[in-house]
């Protein structure tokens, strides 16, 4: 690809969650690869912690960090936000406007689509990390962003899918024919500092969840594992549950009816470097998934992990695919957790090998110049430009000057 610099601007409309860390990764690596950079995301519902992270990359951001109000659902006010992020963004004839998530993809595609009506050969990047995708048509809600979805589709130059599930999962519910968009599978990456062991607390408790505190992570499937295990089995396994969400209250309620509280802790949300050294053996036992960091920083940290079979996460452990766990099956996940305490040193060979997989296969820079090659027409067409600017001049030296 040629070194000449792009001028690249993302959307995403909150600023949380893996999508956001893995374009807050992508912009840090494009920007160490030269091109300039932006970020456009919503200016309400932004969590401190994210707030730091933005203004800490603010000064990089050569095309800046413009944020506006964005509801999830389409709504009037994203109209102004609209024409004020057009505005914004047409005097910085940019090259490519990558979206990430639902209202990401729609900020990309329909501005970028007006910058073209302008002359402005911006090309129209989507990613949509689930989103739109995990709805389907049966519900209304599923209608309405399926059917945008569709119509967004012709306005749309590249799709980038963190996973081959997540494509199957496009195709099957949106459609792709023709040759547009054209479309990349890139798998989430991890910087080369996050290979590493993990410690453990002396303290620490049997098992780990760390996540969201939602019934689609399966928290309520991992309590009733713990407790079977104390009823029907002589082993007394503690956990430690690390998180916030929506279904906390539920799981506490679960946890105190059952009487564990002795053995399931609650530790609120903590950064990754915290949470890790609370529990011997990871669980995470999703319902549904795309491709999850957490799953990817576990397995980094050589963290022995029990996980489902859901997702993209078959597409992390490759060859070690037959170890997970059926999703949303009470009896199996309970077994594996079982098998996982009486088998230590077979979890930790195989934490030794996977982590040797994801060096090899799920590293931030392989990530960050697979997605920066789809770019590679805008490049392309520069530099035809640049090319048939130079012969234009070169002819005009050479050719003879016009008698009078």
Known sequence: MSTDKLKIVHCIRAPLGGAFRHLMDLVEEQIGMGHELGIVCASNDIPSSSLVQLEALKPRLTLGLVTVPMARALAPKDLFSFFKLLKHLAPLKLDVLHGHGAKGGVWARTIGSALKLRGIQTRRVYSPHGGSLHYDFSSTSGKIYITLEKLLRPLTDSLVFTSAFEKAAYQQKIGMKGERPNSKIVHNGLRETEFRQSPVDEDAADLLFIGELRLLKGVDLLINAIDDLHRNTN??????????????????????????????????????????????????????????????????????????????????????????????????????????????????????????????????????????????????????????????QQSALHSPEKLT
Do not use: C
């Open 235 to 392: 082993s007394r396994p503690t956990l430690a549950i690390v998180g916030d969400g929506p279904d906390r209250a539920l799981f506490e309620q679960m946890v105190s009816d059952r009487n564990l509280q002795a053995f399931i802790t609650f530790h609120g949300f903590q950064k990754i470097d915290q949470a890790l050294p609370l529990g011997k053996t990871a669980v995470i036992p999703s319902r549904a998934e795309a491709l999850p960091y957490i799953v990817l920083e576990l397995l980094a940290a050589q963290k022995p992990l029990i996980t489902t079979r859901v997702g993209g996460i078959p597409e992390i452990y490759a060859q070690h695919k037959k170890t997970l766990v059926q999703p949303d099956d009470q009896q199996a996940l309970t077994n594996a957790v079982s098998w996982a305490l009486s088998h230590t040193d077979e979890q930790i060979e195989l934490s030794l090998q996977l982590q040797d997989h994801l060096k090899s296969n799920f590293t931030l820079s392989q990530m960050a110049q697979s997605i920066t090659q789809l770019y590679q027409p805008v490049q392309s067409a520069k530099n035809e430009l640049a090319d048939a600017s130079q012969q234009s």
